[in-house]
């Protein structure tokens, strides 16, 4: 018997099989391929802002006499460390919602977690300066706390409490992350979570018995790396190291979203089923720029408590969290330098509105929440670039 081999031609090896993650491309249309960081031009115009930032702040604020018109008050000087530490956030949020997806309205809690953190650091400095002269804080000594909880071994150290900033931040959001991007959580139902996670950290720091100062939190604070806290000189180096975080989170989040990582990370944004198809599994991808998010946050939060001089459980509020997406609204999410404008632009006008007119402060706060999305859905920065667009012939 004759065995009959099938004459059907084989197709060969594919060789030139399109690149699959070319097929990413059409979910991110406004990010190029690999575009240069910064041009040259605004890389010398960040440059040399940074410098003229870096001499002119020393100048004015220490140089200068008081009854100059441009000297730069205390006052002026933690307004502005503020504003910057809220951008900080806002650039933070805006890599989660802007370019993730993911509409987070607990990120106050990474925040006031990083406060905490060096806050636990600026309480054991004070030392037996305290109003009981003792090696406990204050506020233990009046609770009749007799020795230092575990969790506050180490704290006296700086090293310690600035790592604390970012890992506990970073754990805290991972685990969260992770058990609630497995379980596919997504839109209003994830922002509703975020939102009970802070609050409910709100009522636990609340409580005297966690041995975080209760309802009044930490203050008093004397010194910070051996310098006294409210010397100008100590000032002044505060608010350089926050712009200069300020601007390094910047480049290093524009370096992310404009990489490869950052246009998966668009994908899972714009099509997250899709993404899944072409063999990319999102949660590694969420849980990175979640994580990420949240240790910015933390850092935020740290430069924030030794400028203000208080931190407390009010900075986990769920209305911190919906402040910080108003400002990334406003200013334009998705864009990076938008969160930036949007902070420092509502919270200018809170200064101002909380000054002259504080019993209409909420009202125009509600009032912003709702017409910026009905008109200016792309923000400020959607304002910027239609006028652009406009005079281009």
């Given at each position: 018997?004759?065995?009959?081999?099938?004459?059907?031609?084989?197709?060969?090896?594919?060789?030139?099989?399109?690149?699959?993650?070319?097929?990413?491309?059409?979910?991110?249309?406004?990010?190029?391929?690999?575009?240069a960081?910064?041009?040259?031009?605004?890389?010398?115009?960040?440059?040399?802002?940074?410098?003229a930032?870096?001499?002119?702040?020393?100048?004015?604020?220490?140089?200068?006499?008081?009854?100059?018109?441009?000297?730069?008050?205390?006052?002026?000087?933690?307004?502005?460390?503020?504003?910057?530490?809220?951008?900080?956030?806002?650039?933070?949020?805006?890599?989660?919602?802007?370019?993730?997806?993911?509409?987070?309205?607990?990120?106050?809690?990474?925040?006031?977690?990083?406060?905490?953190?060096?806050?636990?650091?600026?309480?054991?400095?004070?030392?037996?300066?305290?109003?009981?002269?003792s090696d406990?804080?204050?506020?233990?000594?009046?609770?009749?706390?007799?020795?230092?909880?575990?969790?506050?071994?180490g704290t006296?150290?700086?090293?310690?409490?600035?790592?604390?900033?970012?890992?506990?931040?970073?754990?805290?959001?991972?685990?969260?992350?992770?058990?609630?991007?497995?379980?596919?959580?997504?839109?209003?139902?994830?922002?509703?979570?975020?939102?009970?996670?802070?609050?409910?950290a709100?009522?636990?720091?609340?409580?005297?018995?966690?041995?975080?100062?209760?309802?009044?939190?930490?203050?008093?604070?004397?010194?910070?790396?051996?310098?006294?806290?409210?010397?100008?000189?100590?000032?002044?180096?505060?608010l350089?190291?926050?712009?200069?975080?300020?601007?390094?989170?910047?480049?290093g989040?524009?370096?992310?979203?404009?990489?490869?990582?950052?246009?998966?990370?668009?994908?899972?944004?714009?099509?997250?089923?899709?993404?899944?198809?072409?063999?990319?599994?999102?949660?590694?991808?969420?849980?990175?720029?979640?994580?990420?998010?949240?240790?910015?946050?933390?850092?935020?939060?740290?430069l924030?408590?030794?400028?203000?001089?208080?931190?407390n459980?009010?900075?986990?509020?769920?209305?911190?969290?919906?402040?910080?997406?108003?400002?990334?609204?406003?200013?334009?999410r998705?864009?990076?330098?938008?969160?930036?404008?949007?902070?420092?632009?509502?919270?200018?006008?809170?200064?101002?509105?909380?000054?002259?007119?504080?019993?209409?402060?909420?009202?125009?706060?509600?009032?912003?929440?709702?017409?910026?999305?009905?008109?200016?859905?792309?923000?400020?920065?959607?304002?910027?670039e239609?006028?652009?667009?406009?005079?281009?012939?």
């Amino acid at each position: 018997m004759t065995s009959v081999t099938s004459s059907a031609p084989v197709s060969p090896a594919r060789t030139d099989a399109p690149d699959e993650r070319a097929a990413l491309s059409g979910f991110a249309p406004g990010l190029p391929p690999r575009p240069a960081l910064l041009s040259r031009r605004a890389w010398q115009a960040l440059i040399a802002l940074i410098i003229a930032i870096g001499l002119g702040v020393p100048f004015t604020a220490l140089v200068l006499p008081e009854s100059s018109a441009f000297h730069l008050s205390a006052y002026a000087m933690t307004l502005a460390g503020k504003f910057m530490c809220y951008a900080i956030a806002a650039l933070a949020l805006d890599l989660v919602w802007g370019y993730c997806g993911i509409l987070s309205l607990g990120h106050a809690l990474f925040f006031a977690l990083g406060g905490y953190a060096i806050g636990m650091y600026l309480m054991r400095s004070i030392g037996h300066e305290g109003k009981y002269g003792s090696d406990l804080p204050d506020f233990m000594v009046f609770l009749d706390w007799h020795a230092l909880p575990w969790y506050w071994e180490g704290t006296q150290h700086l090293w310690y409490a600035l790592l604390l900033v970012v890992v506990v931040p970073a754990a805290i959001a991972w685990v969260f992350g992770f058990f609630t991007f497995r379980s596919r959580v997504k839109g209003v139902y994830l922002s509703i979570i975020t939102q009970a996670m802070t609050f409910a950290a709100m009522l636990l720091f609340y409580r005297n018995e966690t041995g975080f100062g209760g309802n009044n939190g930490f203050t008093d604070f004397k010194r910070i790396a051996g310098f006294p806290i409210t010397h100008p000189g100590t000032r002044t180096a505060l608010l350089l190291i926050t712009f200069a975080v300020l601007v390094l989170s910047f480049i290093g989040a524009r370096a992310i979203v404009t990489s490869k990582l950052g246009r998966v990370v668009t994908a899972v944004r714009d099509g997250e089923t899709r993404l899944m198809f072409l063999g990319y599994s999102p949660l590694a991808y969420k849980l990175f720029v979640w994580t990420l998010s949240a240790v910015l946050c933390g850092i935020a939060g740290a430069l924030y408590v030794p400028q203000v001089g208080i931190i407390n459980p009010g900075e986990m509020s769920p209305g911190n969290s919906i402040e910080m997406a108003i400002w990334v609204a406003v200013g334009g999410r998705g864009t990076l330098i938008g969160p930036i404008i949007g902070a420092f632009a509502v919270n200018g006008a809170k200064s101002f509105f909380t000054a002259n007119f504080a019993e209409y402060w909420l009202f125009f706060l509600g009032a912003i929440f709702v017409l910026v999305p009905l008109f200016l859905p792309n923000g400020i920065m959607g304002l910027i670039e239609l006028a652009v667009r406009r005079r281009k012939p």
